[in-house]
């Protein structure tokens, strides 16, 4: 069931995680203390809106990487419902979909309560004193990405490297809902 994210206020400091990645490292907040922003997203492989927004978070990370702006991919979703969203599937999707940053599991679904993430892909970018800069989509179409007119997460990452004030139209992201485990 496709879902929206909720609106989080700007300037909200992003909150620290201690996260294992598919690279066999550790992550944590501090891990990107010298990049001037931060793009979380909550993601992960079996969601449609999740897949289609890969691409573009690798292109958008080649882009973004020479100016200082540092991503990481979050995947909170149970395993158990969704055994393709599963650590060891992540580590094959490395390869798969040239995916260029850190891609963390979110085990115990601690870390996407904490930013009040629902769905899947949801983007948080956060300026050089992590406060958030930007909360929304990726762009106007995800199904057919010909047709896309408005690239906002490009648009943001663009504003935040020259300076520029966070971006006042924020349209939420737009994904599966998050695979939250029976409490």
Same mark, same amino acid.
């Given at each position: 069931?496709?879902?929206?994210s909720t609106t989080i206020n700007l300037g909200t400091k992003a909150e620290d995680f201690d996260l294992p990645a598919t690279d066999g490292k550790i992550y944590s907040l501090n891990s990107f203390k010298?990049?001037?922003g931060l793009v979380i997203a909550f993601t992960c492989n079996h969601c449609p809106y999740a897949q289609a927004a890969w691409p573009i978070l690798t292109k958008l990370a080649d882009e973004f990487i020479d100016k200082g702006i540092s991503f990481v991919g979050?995947?909170?979703? #149970?395993?158990? +419902? &969704?055994?393709?969203?599963?650590?060891?599937?992540m580590k094959e999707k490395i390869d798969e979909w040239g995916i260029n940053f850190p891609y963390l599991r979110d085990e115990e679904q601690e870390v996407a309560r904490k930013y009040g993430a629902v769905c899947t892909p949801e983007i948080f970018v956060?300026?050089? #004193?992590?406060? +958030? &800069?930007?909360?929304?989509r990726v762009n106007d179409n995800w199904k057919e990405p010909e047709k896309v007119t408005?690239?906002?997460?490009?648009?943001?990452?663009?504003?935040?490297?020259?300076g520029k004030?966070?971006?006042?139209?924020?349209?939420?992201?737009?994904?599966?809902?998050?695979?939250?485990?029976?409490s």
């Amino acid at each position: 069931m496709a879902i929206e994210s909720t609106t989080i206020n700007l300037g909200t400091k992003a909150e620290d995680f201690d996260l294992p990645a598919t690279d066999g490292k550790i992550y944590s907040l501090n891990s990107f203390k010298d990049s001037k922003g931060l793009v979380i997203a909550f993601t992960c492989n079996h969601c449609p809106y999740a897949q289609a927004a890969w691409p573009i978070l690798t292109k958008l990370a080649d882009e973004f990487i020479d100016k200082g702006i540092s991503f990481v991919g979050i995947n909170p979703n #149970d395993e158990n +419902l &969704y055994p393709e969203d599963s650590f060891e599937v992540m580590k094959e999707k490395i390869d798969e979909w040239g995916i260029n940053f850190p891609y963390l599991r979110d085990e115990e679904q601690e870390v996407a309560r904490k930013y009040g993430a629902v769905c899947t892909p949801e983007i948080f970018v956060y300026d050089q #004193d992590r406060k +958030l &800069y930007y909360h929304g989509r990726v762009n106007d179409n995800w199904k057919e990405p010909e047709k896309v007119t408005k690239e906002d997460l490009k648009d943001a990452l663009n504003s935040l490297f020259q300076g520029k004030s966070a971006p006042t139209d924020q349209n939420p992201s737009m994904g599966c809902s998050i695979k939250w485990k029976d409490s």
